[in-house]
């Protein structure tokens, strides 16, 4: 019979093996849970990565549409500076050209004339029209001159043309209706009588 240091020995190799394979087979589940952690560490990270580029191009885009919409407020800012601009520069327009056709019955009344009994009253009337046409010149509203000049559709209206030998052809003989601009744009057009 075994004695009992020998069954003590065979009892500890006994346990010394299964100790081993009780450790091989620990070591064998952590590497396991290792590489069930690392795959699931990949997953999270790929799906990190594609979160990471969606968030990115989200940016991009917003970035694309605060420039758009940052650009589309400065054209407006400037569209409506323009625009205010121009509208001061010509406020006087409406008022003047309805008083154009007053200033050219002061005109016609000043071509007829006055014996000495209405000489004052003429003279009244055309002190009047002065300080009027003075008013209109403060707002930046002044006749043409055009007799004499090139002919130009953009500030000339030819109702007539006629041939005369003394001056050049295109350049306006007479002017039937007087032209008036505010301070650089033509609010009504002079009509003139043209050299063929």
């Known amino acids: 019979m075994m004695g009992e240091k020998e069954k003590h020995e065979t009892y500890d190799e006994q346990s010394d093996e299964q100790g081993e394979e009780q450790v091989e087979e620990e070591f064998?589940?952590?590497?396991?849970?290792?590489?069930?952690?690392?795959?699931?560490?990949?997953?999270?990270?790929?799906?990190?990565?594609?979160?990471?580029?969606?968030?990115?191009?989200?940016?991009?885009?917003?970035?694309?549409?605060?420039?758009?919409?940052?650009?589309?407020?400065d054209n407006y800012r400037k569209r409506t500076e323009k625009e205010r601009i121009a509208a001061r520069k010509y406020e006087s327009e409406a008022l003047a050209t309805d008083l154009l056709q007053v200033i050219d019955n002061f005109d016609r009344a000043l071509q007829t004339e006055?014996?000495?009994?209405?000489?004052?009253?003429?003279?009244?009337?055309?002190?009047?029209?002065?300080?009027?046409?003075?008013?209109?010149?403060?707002?930046?509203?002044?006749?043409?001159?055009?007799?004499?000049?090139?002919?130009?559709?953009?500030?000339h209206h030819a109702v007539m043309q006629e041939e005369d030998d003394s001056k050049e052809s295109n350049i306006v003989i007479?002017?039937?209706?007087?032209?008036?601009?505010?301070?650089?744009?033509?609010?009504?057009?002079?009509?003139?009588?043209?050299?063929?």
């Not at 580029?53 to 549409?65: F, I, N, S, T």
């Not at 000495?116 to 009337?125: I, L, N, R």
């Not at 009047?128 to 010149?137: E, R």
């Open 114 to 155: 006055v014996d000495e009994s209405a000489q004052g009253f003429y003279d009244g009337v055309k002190m009047v029209y002065k300080q009027f046409i003075d008013a209109l010149k403060a707002q930046g509203v002044e006749a043409m001159e055009v007799e004499n000049e090139p002919f130009d559709p953009n500030l």
């Open 28 to 73: 064998e589940i952590i590497d396991q849970e290792e590489e069930v952690e690392v795959a699931n560490d990949d997953e999270e990270v790929s799906a990190l990565e594609k979160e990471n580029e969606q968030l990115k191009a989200e940016v991009e885009e917003m970035k694309d549409r605060m420039l758009r919409v940052q650009a589309e407020y």
């Open 174 to 196: 007479e002017e039937l209706q007087k032209g008036y601009m505010l301070k650089d744009k033509v609010i009504r057009p002079a009509m003139v009588k043209v050299n063929k």
